[in-house]
């Protein structure tokens, strides 16, 4: 799984891992910089016929899941065997897609989550309210605003924002990825992010490699925003003095890029029952409260309210609420679908060309 989420790494080894052991599952976790180098691990492994890999289960989504579904890097049709797949909405879209690739059983849902941009009230009384707004605020208030290069995910869907923003809306743009559509949709893009590009941080003469490095300009009062796909981070970082008091989400009236991450099952794993034991439990109502819990990890939940058991009503009425984090029903008012994972690469190199070598 991706190393560079502190309270993630905490609940696995906290939470998740004596909950495996105590089902007879030796749990470790893995961290690793990129999604994608789990992936390539798992596709060399498949290219050499191994049977018994060394990857069992790995926190995925988006593209990754795409490319490996493509090459047959997952096992399907194991998560309807799991018992807590019956506490989940089989007709939510969210669960069933995965960045416009069907899920067909390859991966278990974990967590949703909602891109969230956050910012300093103090330094930013009057925030603006569109996405258009930002980046007119941005212009208007040079070198406080930057953003991760893509292909990190944070920046790379804050371009896809962009994208929908300059395009009037979501719904001017196909989520399957068609080459025709890139063409007439992505020059409004590059000419958005191109004026932009000298009001940014440093003029734009470089750009945070990280969200990571990004939330440590924000902390350190070099810009006045900072983005997440897991808002739940904000309030840790808060309460904890890293992040300024006044921090804020801000609330986009065209609402803003939701979706989830799951759990799969490398095809080359020698432990496929245990790797289900770990994904069944990670869905289980006790697990998903506590991954929940604002001092755990705030992760937003993929189970159905409406199919909880009296014991997961009462686990999820006793989670505290955030002072910083609004709740998932209003952080995903008006949630923008992702487009389809083709979409993703393709974005990143236009970037790469157009706005950082800036041909």
């Not at 040079?142 to 300059?166: C, I, K, N, Q």
Request: charged share 20%; aromatic share 8%; hydrophobic share 40%.
């Amino acid at each position: 799984m991706y190393g560079g989420d502190t309270q993630g790494n905490a609940y696995v080894d906290d939470y998740l891992v004596p909950a495996a052991a105590k089902e007879g599952v030796t749990l470790k976790r893995v961290p690793v910089a990129d999604t994608k180098d789990a992936l390539n691990r798992v596709l060399t492994e498949k290219q050499s016929g191994t049977t018994a890999g060394q990857v069992d289960l790995v926190w995925v989504n988006g593209d990754n899941f795409g490319t490996g579904k493509a090459a047959g890097a997952w096992a399907c049709g194991w998560t309807s065997l799991l018992p807590n797949m019956g506490v989940t909405n089989p007709s939510d879209p969210l669960l069933s897609e995965d960045f416009g690739t069907p899920v067909d059983g390859c991966e278990a849902p974990w967590s949703k989550a909602q891109f969230t941009i956050a910012y300093n009230s103090a330094a930013v009384p009057g925030p603006p309210k569109t996405l258009a707004g930002l980046l007119d605020w941005v212009k208007e208030h040079p070198g406080r605003f930057t953003y991760p290069a893509p292909p990190d995910f944070t920046g790379s869907v804050l371009t896809r924002e962009v994208l929908y923003s300059v395009s009037g809306g979501y719904t001017n743009v196909p989520l399957a990825f068609d080459q025709g559509a890139f063409d007439r949709l992505t020059p409004a893009l590059v000419t958005e992010l191109q004026d932009l590009k000298p009001s940014l941080w440093r003029e734009g003469s470089t750009y945070p490699k990280s969200s990571r490095e990004l939330n440590a300009l924000y902390a350190g009062g070099q810009v006045d925003f900072t983005m997440t796909y897991g808002p739940a981070e904000l309030t840790k970082l808060v309460t904890d003095g890293t992040f300024p008091a006044a921090t804020k989400v801000l609330a986009l009236d065209e609402g803003t890029v939701g979706n989830a991450s799951f759990l799969a099952i490398p095809s080359t794993s020698g432990h496929r029952s245990a790797a289900m034991v770990v994904a069944n439990l990670a869905l289980s109502e006790e697990q998903q409260a506590r991954k929940a819990d604002p001092g755990i990890w705030g992760q937003f939940p993929v189970l159905n309210p409406g199919a909880l058991s009296p014991e997961g009503r009462a686990l999820f009425g006793r989670l505290p609420s955030s002072p910083v984090v609004p709740g998932y029903e209003v952080l995903s008012k008006n949630a923008n679908p992702e487009l389809a994972a083709a979409w993703v690469p393709a974005l990143d190199e236009l970037w790469r060309r157009q706005i950082l070598a800036g041909k």
